[in-house]
């Protein structure tokens, strides 16, 4: 680290024309981004994907990408289908690859219009306003147009306001104020400077990937919220040092080596560790988590390549014109570098007197925080705590009322006989009516659809048959849920097909189900595999055996009060009175993103405090100094950078949605937990409590890892001149 320093700040107007340069071409391929992400969705390998596959090539329709025209009327609704059918025809002009496949009075007053289309809702949402103009106004009726690509279409402004007003006017504000406090001086812009070259140029490499693999449209927000949170924190980790080692006497380019010899050395593991993290989503079944995890990876290792090139750069440009214009007072900026006062000094000193109480109290309060996990309930997801105002929502409604709230994402059942004219097949004739009859006899079935000579119901080929059931609940309830599982384990085995004959569940509930086996049949050995490597990298980081294992069971116990707090919040209600939306399940994606994210950014703190700790036990040789010392000059560094994230993370929880109040209020909640009582707390008391054991490292496996072994027993280095 010290040769690399050296070498860069000898080239470092070259360095920072490199930067410049990746800056220019990197701002001008994100800005050409947008267009080349998609939020498609696919679960590749299971029964709904194959009941697409066969609705696509044989009966020209994607469910997910359908529309429903719903009109109600005062009076008798079988006089106005008529007017329903050609306003129907009127909309599916605007929309490519789509025909109208029924239109029907589902109610004394209700008439709703199929329509249908081989486009994924990603695309077809992009013509739901073009067929609401086509629509026009019916007389005498009231029109909505819905289905999940109208749903998406009229919930992306809500996600833009929502989220613009979350960053406008709680995140940014919070941030830039927290900012200006923890640096003191113009300095807080170094994070900007730095965030300005590492974000770009993560979304310019993404660009590129863009052009051959599909990736996710969130891709770009996350890589935005993780490289901001990045930069932050790894700014006010070398710039705290930078500031350190020069009040010690240090020339400026001896402190920028001493700099980047401590600090930029724990920014490479805590940047690793961040990685890996992330790079968990990278091996998920799931092709749309994979793209975040390829973004996961990527914002983590630039911003350390950014950090070992371009920010010791920066520092030696701007830090000193930076820090004379002072924004807080001289005399507050002096009393942190008190390392006897203060509030840092005197928690740590308080903390050694009484590890055990510390400890205990901090570890129980953990434990009945993560406690209502026990209770924890997953969904895919519904419409529910949508606003209400949309039109979408309001013909879901009047869809509900009428028929059933899955109708505009039913159950899609379909029959491959195995051969052409297979339909005409007096046995499986006889299989589908009990088929049927089971299905449209099961409590959760509102109405089932199937109609021998639609082409809708029966290809061209005879091979294929297509039965809808539109159930009584929303696609994502847990009715909906159970009635997939009863279809699947029970009315398809009791039907009695012959052999050779493949039923597929597809649609909007057994979608449901396969998301959720996709995505938590391979969770548990990803997080396994990504704290092995984790254990691994803090092995060779902190020098010890101990230190590691408690890293990871500390950030376990971080996220498990995350899940337990949403469980309490959104599904027990505890949080109506703040405005956040009760729902009785946790959206599926949530704990799989929560873990990924806070487990990396979690692990940040660590090893920044504990990296601290670490050298101040190799300069002293006293586990009470350097736990207490390690929290006194990184303690106010972590807390600052955590609020800074937490403020971050509340702008979605300002938002009208659900699902993205669970993913910010559990990103906030436990970023807050974990700098505020894990860190302050947790940590430095527990490693008070271990003693010489944090620092154990025996001889043989110090040698596989390539480190210096650490006994039990050893002299402290005698201190550097100056420090």
Same mark, same amino acid.
């Given at each position: 680290?010290?040769?690399?320093?050296?070498?860069?700040?000898?080239?470092?107007?070259?360095?920072?024309?490199?930067?410049?340069?990746?800056?220019?071409?990197?701002?001008?391929?994100?800005?050409?981004?947008?267009?080349?992400?998609?939020?498609?969705?696919?679960?590749?390998?299971?029964?709904?994907?194959?009941?697409?596959?066969?609705?696509?090539?044989?009966?020209?329709?994607?469910?997910?990408?359908?529309?429903?025209?719903?009109?109600?009327?005062?009076?008798?609704?079988?006089?106005?289908?008529?007017?329903?059918?050609?306003?129907?025809?009127?909309?599916?002009?605007?929309?490519?690859?789509?025909?109208?496949?029924?239109?029907?009075?589902?109610?004394?007053?209700?008439?709703?219009?199929?329509?249908?289309?081989?486009?994924?809702?990603? =695309?077809?949402?992009?013509?739901?306003?073009?067929?609401?103009?086509?629509?026009?106004?019916?007389?005498?009726?009231?029109?909505?147009?819905?289905?999940?690509?109208?749903?998406?279409?009229?919930?992306?402004?809500?996600?833009?306001?929502?989220?613009?007003?979350?960053?406008?006017?709680?995140?940014?504000?919070?941030?830039?104020?927290?900012?200006?406090?923890?640096?003191?001086?113009?300095?807080?812009?170094?994070?900007?400077?730095?965030?300005?070259?590492?974000?770009?140029?993560?979304?310019?490499?993404?660009?590129?990937?863009?052009?051959?693999?599909?990736?996710?449209?969130?891709?770009?927000?996350?890589?935005?919220?993780?490289?901001?949170?990045?930069?932050?924190?790894?700014?006010?980790?070398?710039?705290?040092?930078?500031?350190?080692?020069?009040?010690?006497?240090?020339?400026?380019?001896?402190?920028?080596?001493?700099?980047?010899?401590?600090?930029?050395?724990?920014?490479?593991?805590?940047?690793?560790?961040?990685?890996?993290?992330?790079?968990?989503?990278?091996?998920?079944?799931?092709?749309?988590?994979?793209?975040?995890?390829?973004?996961?990876?990527?914002?983590?290792?630039?911003?350390?390549?950014?950090?070992?090139?371009?920010?010791?750069?920066?520092?030696?440009?701007?830090?000193?014109?930076?820090?004379?214009?002072?924004?807080?007072?001289?005399?507050? /900026?002096?009393?942190?570098?008190?390392?006897?006062?203060?509030?840092?000094?005197?928690?740590?000193?308080?903390?050694?007197?009484?590890?055990?109480?510390?400890?205990?109290?901090?570890?129980?309060?953990?434990?009945?925080?993560?406690?209502?996990?026990?209770?924890?309930?997953?969904?895919?997801?519904?419409?529910?705590?949508?606003?209400?105002?949309?039109?979408?929502?309001?013909?879901?409604?009047?869809?509900?009322?009428?028929?059933?709230?899955?109708?505009?994402?039913?159950?899609?059942?379909?029959?491959?006989?195995?051969?052409?004219?297979?339909?005409?097949?007096?046995?499986?004739?006889?299989?589908?009516?009990?088929?049927?009859?089971?299905?449209?006899?099961?409590?959760?079935?509102?109405?089932?659809?199937?109609?021998?000579?639609?082409?809708?119901?029966?290809?061209?080929?005879?091979?294929?048959?297509?039965?809808?059931?539109?159930?009584?609940?929303?696609?994502?309830?847990?009715?909906?849920? =159970?009635?997939?599982?009863?279809?699947?384990?029970?009315?398809?085995?009791?039907?009695?097909?012959?052999?050779?004959?493949?039923?597929?569940?597809?649609?909007?509930?057994?979608?449901?189900?396969?998301?959720?086996?996709?995505?938590?049949?391979?969770?548990?050995?990803?997080?396994?595999?990504?704290?092995?490597?984790?254990?691994?990298?803090?092995?060779?980081?902190?020098?010890?055996?101990?230190?590691?294992?408690?890293?990871?069971?500390?950030?376990?116990?971080?996220?498990?009060?995350?899940?337990?707090?949403?469980?309490?919040?959104?599904?027990?209600?505890?949080?109506?009175?703040?405005?956040?939306?009760?729902? =009785?399940?946790?959206?599926?994606?949530?704990?799989?993103?929560?873990?990924?994210?806070?487990?990396?950014?979690?692990?940040?703190?660590?090893?920044?405090?504990?990296?601290?700790?670490?050298?101040?036990?190799?300069?002293?040789?006293?586990?009470?100094?350097?736990?207490?010392?390690?929290?006194?000059?990184?303690?106010?560094?972590?807390?600052?950078?955590?609020?800074?994230?937490?403020?971050?993370?509340?702008?979605?929880?300002?938002?009208?949605?659900?699902?993205?109040?669970?993913?910010?209020?559990? /990103?906030?909640?436990?970023?807050?937990?974990?700098?505020?009582?894990?860190?302050?707390?947790?940590?430095?008391?527990?490693?008070?409590?271990?003693?010489?054991?944090?620092?154990?490292?025996?001889?043989?496996?110090?040698?596989?890892?390539?480190?210096?072994?650490?006994?039990?027993?050893?002299?402290?280095?005698?201190?550097?001149?100056?420090?």
């Amino acid at each position: 680290m010290e040769r690399w320093t050296r070498f860069v700040l000898r080239h470092r107007l070259a360095v920072l024309g490199v930067w410049l340069a990746v800056f220019a071409a990197a701002a001008w391929a994100a800005f050409g981004l947008s267009g080349l992400l998609t939020n498609r969705f696919t679960l590749p390998g299971t029964d709904t994907h194959r009941a697409e596959n066969v609705l696509r090539a044989h009966f020209g329709q994607r469910t997910t990408g359908s529309f429903t025209l719903v009109a109600r009327t005062d009076g008798d609704a079988r006089r106005i289908v008529p007017a329903v059918r050609a306003a129907a025809e009127r909309a599916s002009r605007r929309l490519p690859t789509s025909q109208v496949v029924s239109v029907a009075a589902v109610s004394p007053h209700v008439v709703t219009a199929q329509l249908v289309s081989d486009l994924e809702p990603a =695309d077809s949402k992009g013509h739901t306003d073009a067929m609401r103009r086509a629509i026009g106004v019916v007389p005498g009726v009231e029109t909505a147009l819905t289905g999940q690509a109208a749903v998406e279409h009229d919930l992306d402004p809500v996600f833009n306001h929502d989220l613009q007003v979350g960053e406008l006017y709680i995140a940014i504000p919070i941030a830039i104020v927290l900012l200006i406090f923890t640096f003191g001086s113009l300095a807080f812009l170094v994070p900007f400077a730095f965030a300005a070259f590492s974000i770009p140029t993560t979304l310019a490499i993404i660009w590129i990937a863009a052009h051959y693999v599909q990736l996710t449209t969130y891709l770009q927000n996350m890589v935005m919220l993780i490289g901001l949170g990045i930069s932050i924190d790894y700014s006010l980790l070398v710039v705290s040092r930078y500031r350190e080692e020069l009040r010690a006497g240090h020339a400026k380019e001896a402190a920028l080596v001493r700099t980047m010899n401590t600090a930029g050395r724990a920014v490479v593991f805590s940047g690793t560790a961040v990685a890996i993290g992330l790079a968990l989503l990278l091996f998920m079944p799931l092709p749309f988590m994979r793209g975040l995890g390829f973004g996961g990876l990527l914002i983590p290792v630039v911003s350390v390549v950014a950090a070992l090139t371009v920010l010791p750069v920066l520092l030696w440009f701007t830090a000193a014109p930076l820090d004379r214009v002072r924004l807080v007072p001289a005399a507050v /900026l002096e009393q942190r570098w008190d390392d006897e006062h203060g509030f840092w000094p005197t928690l740590a000193r308080f903390i050694m007197r009484r590890p055990v109480l510390v400890a205990s109290a901090t570890a129980l309060f953990l434990v009945v925080l993560a406690s209502p996990v026990l209770d924890l309930k997953l969904g895919p997801g519904s419409n529910h705590g949508i606003p209400s105002r949309l039109e979408a929502v309001r013909g879901l409604d009047l869809l509900g009322s009428a028929v059933g709230e899955g109708a505009t994402a039913p159950t899609d059942v379909v029959v491959d006989t195995g051969r052409a004219a297979g339909v005409r097949d007096p046995r499986i004739r006889g299989a589908l009516g009990e088929l049927i009859g089971r299905v449209r006899s099961d409590p959760e079935t509102a109405t089932v659809v199937f109609r021998p000579g639609s082409a809708q119901s029966v290809d061209a080929t005879g091979r294929y048959v297509h039965v809808q059931a539109i159930g009584r609940h929303e696609y994502g309830t847990i009715e909906a849920l =159970d009635f997939v599982h009863r279809l699947r384990d029970e009315i398809v085995p009791g039907a009695g097909f012959p052999e050779g004959v493949r039923v597929l569940a597809g649609g909007g509930p057994p979608s449901g189900v396969d998301f959720l086996h996709l995505t938590y049949v391979s969770f548990p050995w990803l997080v396994l595999g990504v704290l092995l490597l984790t254990y691994v990298l803090l092995l060779r980081a902190f020098r010890s055996l101990l230190l590691p294992l408690k890293a990871i069971v500390l950030n376990l116990l971080s996220i498990g009060a995350a899940y337990g707090v949403l469980v309490a919040v959104f599904r027990w209600g505890w949080g109506d009175w703040a405005g956040l939306i009760a729902y =009785d399940q946790v959206e599926g994606w949530i704990p799989v993103m929560l873990f990924a994210m806070l487990f990396g950014l979690s692990m940040d703190y660590e090893v920044f405090l504990v990296s601290r700790m670490r050298e101040e036990w190799d300069a002293t040789g006293d586990n009470d100094l350097a736990v207490a010392r390690g929290l006194a000059k990184t303690g106010r560094l972590v807390t600052a950078a955590g609020l800074i994230m937490f403020a971050a993370f509340m702008a979605f929880v300002a938002g009208s949605v659900v699902g993205l109040q669970q993913f910010g209020f559990g /990103l906030a909640l436990a970023i807050l937990v974990d700098v505020t009582i894990v860190r302050a707390l947790l940590v430095p008391s527990a490693m008070k409590l271990f003693g010489r054991w944090n620092w154990w490292l025996p001889e043989p496996i110090a040698r596989v890892a390539r480190v210096p072994a650490s006994p039990l027993e050893r002299r402290p280095q005698l201190r550097p001149a100056g420090r």
